[in-house]
């Protein structure tokens, strides 16, 4: 893995003076390279101080090279196993900002990646030795209260989201954790606490406005450029930069919510799992729940059943009628709650200590096999840390047809995901290969799709799976808007015919 010292230093003196400027009579100019970077296509590609220069008079925000002594902050992303060393780090403040970088990559054909929030388990918002356009500066979030509409900048946190909407008892289906970016969330699909009720993020999506791989500013909504809204809403960021999002939103009474949560000892476990799938069976949309199996640090392994509810605690106590059947809980939560303090609460650091890897997939229906295996996984096999989890999914989301959006699975009954996290980078193998092996005695089971932003190291047989049979007009999209790949440091879907260019 390199290091900031593999890189050419650069003084940001020198930029301002110019790169050739003589200091003194008897020194002898010569070319010097801020950094040694690489193409899209792997190729080595020198960049000079010249360059970089034009390029930083270009935009307002800032950039972020190896020899600048906040560079290994602005490298960091929340999962700890990234450790990346972009070339350069673009800052980017406005639209202008980032069609001037956009255009810079091309130029130079530098390999590119795109980083809002930074909140995801693959680092596909850094660039190895090629350009990062982070667009952490380039937030904002307008809300429009008469016609229930929130313009959202492609650089905001969903905090900013619903710190702008929520006060006013107006929400959207919002990410559960306020530090992650806007960008990843709204075109990757985005389940929420209001998932249930509201459907995705991305049926809430309403127009974007986004900067193509060729630097070109465009519209798309359901009458303009319609393909590429439809492939935005799901498709992930294979197709450009967002730079804003317009969302519908929607009357909620944030203190109308109800959060509860149990643990049990591992006897109860198989029992709580089968009660977990016979009540999603039966709860209305305004109720979400999920389960799971655990082992702590301490191999102690124990079972959750957790939820909310809109709605009283009373009535969400009538619903979960039955649940006093396994005894005293080790673990009790049962509050009526504040819907914006709950949205922050259980965000987790900014830049996590822990690195999580998992392999989900979902469930069209349930097997029943599946508490059985679970349980018989963690108990006869036990590893510290590790998890078979599952959340409930349906509701609003399943009444929009599989082909109205790029995201396909709209009949899910629940997602499941097998995980480990670690501490000590020498435990991760174990805990990598723990998780495979959990999901794959569940895989059969499921119906073979998965979530992209809940699943890490994806093939590109993988990505066929997660779009099924939208894949190839995603593929056809993205032919037309990024023929090229250029966009490639992402979920990502080939463009159609990329094969056979390749080939000649």
Same mark, same amino acid.
């Given at each position: 893995m390199?290091?900031p010292?593999?890189?050419?230093r650069?003084d940001?003196?020198?930029?301002?003076?110019?790169?050739?400027?003589v200091t003194?009579a008897?020194?002898?100019?010569?070319?010097?390279?801020?950094? $040694?970077a690489?193409s899209?296509?792997?190729?080595?590609?020198?960049?000079?101080d010249?360059a970089?220069?034009?390029l930083q008079?270009s935009i307002?925000?800032s950039?972020v090279l190896?020899?600048n002594p906040?560079?290994?902050?602005?490298?960091?992303?929340?999962?700890p196993?990234v450790?990346k060393y972009p070339?350069?780090i673009?800052?980017?403040t406005s639209?202008?900002?980032i069609?001037?970088?956009i255009?810079?990559?091309?130029?130079h054909?530098l390999?590119t990646? !795109?980083?809002?929030g930074?909140h995801?388990? @693959?680092?596909?918002?850094?660039?190895d030795?090629?350009?990062?356009?982070?667009?952490g =500066?380039?937030?904002g979030v307008? !809300?429009?209260?008469?016609?229930k509409?929130?313009?959202v900048? =492609?650089?905001?946190m969903?905090?900013?989201? $619903?710190?702008?909407?929520i006060?006013? @008892?107006?929400?959207v289906?919002n990410?559960?954790a306020?530090?992650t970016?806007?960008?990843?969330?709204a075109?990757?699909l985005g389940?929420g606490?209001?998932?249930? !009720?509201?459907?995705?993020?991305?049926d809430n999506?309403?127009?974007?406005?986004?900067?193509t791989?060729?630097?070109?500013? %465009?519209r798309?909504n359901a009458?303009?450029?319609p393909?590429?809204f439809?492939a935005?809403?799901?498709?992930?960021?294979n197709?450009?930069?967002v730079?804003?999002?317009e969302?519908?939103?929607?009357?909620i009474d944030p203190n109308?919510?109800?959060?509860?949560g149990?643990t049990?000892?591992?006897?109860?476990?198989?029992?709580v799992l089968?009660?977990?799938?016979?009540m999603?069976d039966k %709860?209305?949309n305004?109720?979400?729940?999920?389960? =799971?199996v655990t082992t702590?640090?301490?191999g102690?392994?124990?079972v959750s059943?957790?939820?909310?509810f809109?709605?009283?605690?009373e009535?969400?106590?009538?619903l979960?009628?039955g649940?006093?059947?396994f005894g005293?809980?080790?673990?009790k939560?049962?509050?009526?709650?504040?819907y914006?303090k709950?949205q922050s609460?259980g965000?987790?650091?900014?830049l996590?200590?822990?690195?999580?890897?998992?392999h989900?997939?979902?469930?069209?229906k349930?097997d029943?096999?599946i508490?059985?295996?679970?349980?018989?996984?963690?108990?006869?096999?036990?590893?510290?840390?590790?998890?078979?989890?599952f959340?409930?999914q349906?509701?609003?989301a399943?009444? !929009?047809?599989?082909n109205?959006?790029?995201?396909?699975?709209r009949?899910?009954l629940h997602?499941?995901?097998?995980d480990?996290?670690?501490?000590?980078p020498k435990?991760?193998p174990?805990?990598r290969q723990?998780?495979?092996?959990?999901w794959?005695l569940?895989?059969p089971?499921s119906? =073979?799709?998965?979530y992209?932003?809940?699943?890490?190291d994806?093939?590109?047989?993988?990505m066929?799976?997660?779009?099924?049979?939208?894949?190839?007009?995603l593929?056809?999209?993205?032919a037309?808007?990024?023929p090229t790949?250029f966009?490639?440091l992402?979920?990502?879907?080939k463009?159609?015919?990329s094969?056979?260019r390749?080939?000649?």
């Amino acid at each position: 893995m390199p290091t900031p010292s593999t890189f050419a230093r650069f003084d940001r003196r020198m930029l301002l003076r110019g790169a050739l400027a003589v200091t003194a009579a008897s020194w002898v100019p010569r070319r010097s390279y801020a950094a $040694d970077a690489v193409s899209s296509t792997g190729e080595t590609v020198m960049l000079s101080d010249a360059a970089i220069a034009d390029l930083q008079k270009s935009i307002k925000g800032s950039l972020v090279l190896p020899s600048n002594p906040e560079y290994d902050t602005a490298r960091r992303v929340w999962s700890p196993n990234v450790n990346k060393y972009p070339a350069l780090i673009a800052k980017v403040t406005s639209v202008e900002d980032i069609q001037a970088t956009i255009q810079f990559a091309r130029r130079h054909n530098l390999l590119t990646a !795109v980083k809002c929030g930074g909140h995801e388990y @693959n680092g596909h918002g850094m660039a190895d030795k090629g350009l990062t356009i982070d667009l952490g =500066g380039f937030g904002g979030v307008q !809300v429009d209260k008469t016609k229930k509409l929130a313009f959202v900048n =492609g650089g905001a946190m969903l905090g900013e989201l $619903d710190e702008a909407t929520i006060p006013s @008892n107006l929400a959207v289906t919002n990410g559960t954790a306020n530090h992650t970016g806007i960008g990843g969330l709204a075109t990757g699909l985005g389940q929420g606490r209001l998932s249930r !009720v509201l459907g995705y993020t991305i049926d809430n999506l309403r127009s974007i406005e986004l900067i193509t791989p060729e630097g070109k500013l %465009v519209r798309a909504n359901a009458k303009e450029n319609p393909d590429l809204f439809w492939a935005v809403r799901g498709g992930g960021g294979n197709f450009g930069i967002v730079t804003k999002f317009e969302l519908q939103l929607h009357e909620i009474d944030p203190n109308n919510l109800t959060s509860f949560g149990y643990t049990f000892p591992v006897a109860k476990a198989k029992d709580v799992l089968k009660y977990y799938f016979e009540m999603a069976d039966k %709860v209305p949309n305004e109720m979400a729940l999920s389960s =799971g199996v655990t082992t702590a640090e301490n191999g102690e392994i124990s079972v959750s059943f957790n939820g909310n509810f809109w709605g009283s605690p009373e009535e969400a106590q009538k619903l979960l009628a039955g649940i006093d059947r396994f005894g005293e809980p080790t673990r009790k939560r049962f509050d009526k709650a504040d819907y914006l303090k709950v949205q922050s609460a259980g965000a987790g650091p900014k830049l996590s200590t822990r690195t999580l890897y998992m392999h989900s997939g979902f469930f069209d229906k349930v097997d029943s096999k599946i508490p059985d295996v679970v349980v018989d996984r963690l108990t006869k096999a036990p590893m510290p840390r590790a998890g078979i989890r599952f959340s409930q999914q349906a509701g609003a989301a399943s009444k !929009v047809a599989a082909n109205a959006t790029a995201y396909p699975y709209r009949k899910v009954l629940h997602q499941c995901a097998a995980d480990g996290n670690w501490l000590d980078p020498k435990d991760g193998p174990a805990l990598r290969q723990y998780a495979n092996e959990s999901w794959d005695l569940l895989k059969p089971m499921s119906n =073979g799709g998965f979530y992209i932003n809940y699943y890490c190291d994806p093939t590109e047989d993988d990505m066929k799976r997660a779009y099924g049979a939208n894949y190839e007009k995603l593929s056809e999209v993205k032919a037309k808007y990024d023929p090229t790949n250029f966009m490639k440091l992402n979920f990502n879907i080939k463009p159609k015919g990329s094969n056979k260019r390749a080939s000649r």
